[in-house]
C-alpha cells in the first residue's frame, strides 16, 4: 500500500518476552576456567555467538569485580563476539567459522591475558552463548547493555589486534597501558589520555549502583 507524508513510519522491536528468554538461557550456561579452553577446542571449534569473561583476582583495580564473583560469577569483565569475516556462503561459510570461531576468540583472549604483567590466566572464566551469525551481534550488544563489563565501557583495547607494520603510530589503548605486556602494543609510543583514579571510580560506581538495585529488588520481593 503506497502511503502519503505524514504517515508515522513503525519500528520493529526485538520482543520482550525474547530477551527474557536470552538472559534465562544465559544463566544457566555453566561457567568453564579459561586454563580448560583447549580441552573445549573440538566443540567450540564449531560454534559462533557470544563469550562472557569473568575475572576473580587480586588486581587492585577489579576488586569490585573479584568481589561480585566469589560465590556465583554474576560479573563480567568482558563480552564479545565470534562471527565470520565478510558474507561467505556454502564451503566458504564453514570454512570462516573454523577460522573465527568462539575457541579461536576465546584462545586469542587468553594468549593477551598471557603475555601481560599484571595479570593471570587462571584468574578467569568464561561461559558462552552459541547461537547463528545473525544473532550473535544483538546476543552481545544485549549482554553488555546489562553487565556493564569494564573492558568493554571504561577501559579500551583489550580486544585490539596487531595493527601491523607501518600503523604503529596509533594510540595504545588504555587496557594495554594498564595490562602492558602485548610486544606489538609495546611498539604504539602514541599513547591514549586515560586517570587511573577515574577508572577506579567509574568501575566502583557501576558496582555500588548494581548492589543497590538488587537490594531494593529484594525488599520490593519482601514486601509483596
Same mark, same amino acid.
Given at each position: 500500500m503506497v502511503s502519503t507524508l505524514g504517515t508515522v513510519i513503525r519500528k520493529f522491536d526485538v520482543p520482550a518476552d525474547l530477551e527474557a528468554d536470552l538472559l534465562e538461557f544465559y544463566d544457566g550456561?555453566?561457567?568453564?576456567?579459561?586454563?580448560?579452553?583447549?580441552?573445549?577446542?573440538?566443540?567450540?571449534?564449531?560454534?559462533?555467538?557470544a563469550y562472557i569473561l569473568f575475572y576473580k583476582g587480586p588486581h587492585e583495580l577489579y576488586i569490585p569485580v573479584t568481589a561480585?564473583?566469589?560465590?556465583?560469577?554474576?560479573?563480567?569483565?568482558?563480552?564479545?563476539?565470534?562471527?565470520?569475516?565478510?558474507?561467505?556462503?556454502?564451503?566458504?561459510?564453514?570454512?570462516a567459522v573454523l577460522e573465527n570461531s568462539l575457541y579461536?576468540?576465546?584462545?586469542?583472549? !587468553?594468549? !593477551?591475558i598471557a603475555q601481560v604483567e599484571n595479570l593471570d590466566v587462571a584468574d578467569f572464566y568464561f561461559k558462552v552463548v552459541p547461537t547463528t551469525l545473525h544473532l550473535s551481534?544483538?546476543?552481545?550488544?544485549?549482554?553488555? !547493555?546489562?553487565?556493564v563489563p569494564a573492558w568493554n565501557r571504561h577501559?579500551?583495547?583489550?580486544?585490539?589486534?596487531?595493527?601491523?607494520?607501518?600503523?604503529?603510530?596509533q594510540k595504545r589503548s588504555v587496557w594495554d597501558q594498564v595490562h602492558p605486556g602485548r610486544s606489538w602494543a609495546t611498539r604504539m609510543s602514541n599513547l591514549a589520555i586515560y586517570d587511573v583514579a577515574e577508572l577506579r571510580s567509574r568501575i566502583s560506581a557501576r558496582?555500588?549502583?548494581?548492589?543497590?538495585?538488587?537490594?531494593?529488588?529484594i525488599e520490593e520481593a519482601s514486601e509483596k
Amino acid at each position: 500500500m503506497v502511503s502519503t507524508l505524514g504517515t508515522v513510519i513503525r519500528k520493529f522491536d526485538v520482543p520482550a518476552d525474547l530477551e527474557a528468554d536470552l538472559l534465562e538461557f544465559y544463566d544457566g550456561q555453566d561457567i568453564y576456567p579459561l586454563t580448560d579452553l583447549e580441552g573445549m577446542r573440538g566443540e567450540l571449534g564449531q560454534l559462533l555467538g557470544a563469550y562472557i569473561l569473568f575475572y576473580k583476582g587480586p588486581h587492585e583495580l577489579y576488586i569490585p569485580v573479584t568481589a561480585a564473583n566469589q560465590q556465583n560469577f554474576t560479573q563480567p569483565i568482558y563480552i564479545g563476539k565470534a562471527v565470520p569475516k565478510g558474507d561467505r556462503t556454502g564451503e566458504g561459510a564453514k570454512k570462516a567459522v573454523l577460522e573465527n570461531s568462539l575457541y579461536k576468540r576465546l584462545y586469542e583472549h !587468553s594468549r !593477551s591475558i598471557a603475555q601481560v604483567e599484571n595479570l593471570d590466566v587462571a584468574d578467569f572464566y568464561f561461559k558462552v552463548v552459541p547461537t547463528t551469525l545473525h544473532l550473535s551481534a544483538w546476543v552481545e550488544s544485549v549482554l553488555i !547493555s546489562k553487565f556493564v563489563p569494564a573492558w568493554n565501557r571504561h577501559i579500551d583495547g583489550f580486544g585490539n589486534h596487531d595493527p601491523g607494520s607501518g600503523r604503529y603510530n596509533q594510540k595504545r589503548s588504555v587496557w594495554d597501558q594498564v595490562h602492558p605486556g602485548r610486544s606489538w602494543a609495546t611498539r604504539m609510543s602514541n599513547l591514549a589520555i586515560y586517570d587511573v583514579a577515574e577508572l577506579r571510580s567509574r568501575i566502583s560506581a557501576r558496582h555500588h549502583a548494581k548492589e543497590v538495585a538488587v537490594e531494593k529488588a529484594i525488599e520490593e520481593a519482601s514486601e509483596k
